[in-house]
């Protein structure tokens, strides 16, 4: 009898044992999903929360990093004013134009070094060289039709590979242009000059390379002075096929857009350069001396067959064509006006 209720106990701790258990599998699971939810929601809004961080935590650290030079140099002049913190530094005044240069042109080698070198790249640029090289394997001035052609190939792929690598720069650049220009971080005149001088020792390596191997292979005039003309001629029509890149890409600010139009613009260049027809009706005059692909060509050609080697050429190449001068000077109004032009068109970008 007395053994009853003691079972009885037992058994009832046991329920209540089990009901414990039971509520804490539910409170456990209750956590559970409610963790997964968070975790989930939290997946959803990174995007947002790293934007917030950015402007929150790193974006006045690196307006106070390009401040810090205007910051030391008048810490001293002002008294009171010398002492006001970085953080306080508003729009591009905050800095002098030679620092906002300085670190833009940094930040620009570090960028362009990674796209410009790559496998891809340079497969695009040594593929060609070889096998055009190969192609004109030792040939010799009296085959003037062959070295033409092999003058004129140079031009335009070097004519639409510049043009084409420049269109998507700034397309691509807008977003962040807008955003540290609406800022304050810099001026535009610093962001432009500084990108076009990170440009020019990336975008200048790969055609020196094309260049040597070409030359070499097809066995070109063996004179130094002939081979250095050759490469500063390649060189300098590089830079003005960039600069009619920038032009469009900015104009444009639509990638797809920009790379139409210079698609139609070097077709045309292609036609009027000066190779496959020497007879230009007078109505398309203007578009034989607006191609920098002609200029180019012509010097190419002035450079291989100067001095004796001239007698060699056809007179149908020479009569009626402009001349050396006349070419330099046309290539060089096309580099500063193309980048020019890319520059006021950029001012139309909002921030």
């Not at 807008?174 to 962001?191: I, T, W």
């Not at 076009?196 to 055609?207: I, W």
Request: aromatic share 12%; with cysteine; glycine share 8%.
């Amino acid at each position: 009898m007395i053994m009853m209720p003691i079972i009885a106990n037992f058994s009832f701790l046991d329920h209540v044992k089990g009901c414990i258990s039971d509520c804490s599998m539910c409170v456990c699971a209750g956590f559970a999903q409610a963790e997964y939810s968070d975790r989930a929601a939290e997946g959803v809004s990174v995007k947002q929360s790293l934007i917030a961080s950015y402007a929150r935590e790193l974006a006045p650290k690196v307006k106070a990093a390009i401040g810090a030079g205007a910051h030391v140099e008048n810490g001293h002049a002002g008294g009171g004013a010398g002492e006001q913190p970085l953080e306080s530094c508003s729009g591009s005044g905050c800095t002098s134009w030679t620092n906002q240069f300085a670190i833009l042109l940094r930040r620009s080698l570090k960028e362009r070094r990674h796209e410009t070198f790559t496998s891809l790249r340079l497969f695009q640029i040594i593929a060609p060289a070889l096998v055009a090289g190969a192609m004109w394997w030792r040939s010799t001035p009296l085959e003037v039709q062959d070295r033409m052609g092999l003058l004129f190939f140079i031009s335009i792929f070097w004519g639409v590979f510049a043009s084409f690598n420049a269109v998507f720069a700034f397309p691509q650049e807008r977003p962040v242009l807008a955003r540290e220009r609406a800022s304050g971080m810099y001026s535009l005149s610093s962001y432009f000059m500084a990108r076009m001088a990170g440009d020019l020792p990336m975008e200048l390596a790969l055609p020196a390379a094309f260049t040597v191997i070409v030359y070499l292979m097809a066995g070109l005039n063996p004179a130094p002075a002939a081979f250095a003309l050759t490469l500063v001629v390649i060189l300098s029509y590089v830079l003005v096929a960039e600069g009619l890149g920038l032009a469009i890409g900015a104009l444009m600010m639509d990638a797809k857009r920009a790379s139409t139009l210079a698609t139609v613009i070097m077709l045309a260049y292609l036609l009027t350069g000066g190779f496959y027809v020497h007879n230009v009706p007078i109505f398309m005059i203007w578009a034989k001396y607006s191609s920098f692909t002609y200029y180019c060509y012509r010097l190419l050609i002035a450079v291989q067959y100067s001095g004796h080697l001239a007698q060699l050429l056809p007179l149908e190449s020479t009569h009626g064509e402009a001349g050396t001068w006349t070419c330099v000077a046309a290539l060089v109004a096309m580099f500063f006006g193309y980048r020019l032009l890319a520059y006021f068109a950029l001012r139309r970008v909002r921030t």
